[in-house]
């Protein structure tokens, strides 16, 4: 069957998906897929890594997060005012974090969730 696929174009190239899933799950951090014999065929499963928004943060970047969550995004002086953070660059830590992302630049900069299956 693989032979047929391959000839009419349908496949890029054989004996090469298992090894370039378990690539392509390893660059991007996931688990490793598990891959069984099924009633004669092959199944994989394909599983993610859903990180729980909000766990190892602290009290202000809690509360930040959940300004995001009611307002869809907040700007960095809407950070300090609703967490008390002096510092201009208060969101970095959710940036490194991967809790919020970056859009827009200068003073039109916003800052919103990544959540699970959303933007990056």
């Known amino acids: 069957m693989a032979e047929a696929f391959y000839f009419m174009e349908l496949v890029e190239r054989r004996g090469t998906g298992t090894t370039r899933i378990l690539n392509s799950c390893r660059a991007w951090g996931l688990p490793d897929p598990t891959f069984a014999e099924d009633a004669g065929g092959l199944r994989v499963t394909l599983r993610r890594v859903v990180p729980r928004i909000g766990e190892g943060l602290n009290a202000r970047q809690r509360d930040a997060i959940a300004f995001v969550r009611e307002h869809g995004r907040i700007t960095n002086a809407e950070y300090r005012e609703v967490t008390g953070a002096?510092?201009?660059?208060?969101?970095?830590?959710?940036?490194?974090?991967?809790?919020?992302?970056?859009?827009?630049?200068?003073?039109?900069?916003?800052y919103v969730l990544n959540e699970p299956g959303g933007a990056s």
């Open 86 to 110: 002096s510092d201009r660059t208060a969101s970095q830590g959710l940036l490194d974090a991967g809790v919020l992302h970056r859009e827009g630049a200068g003073r039109s900069t916003t």
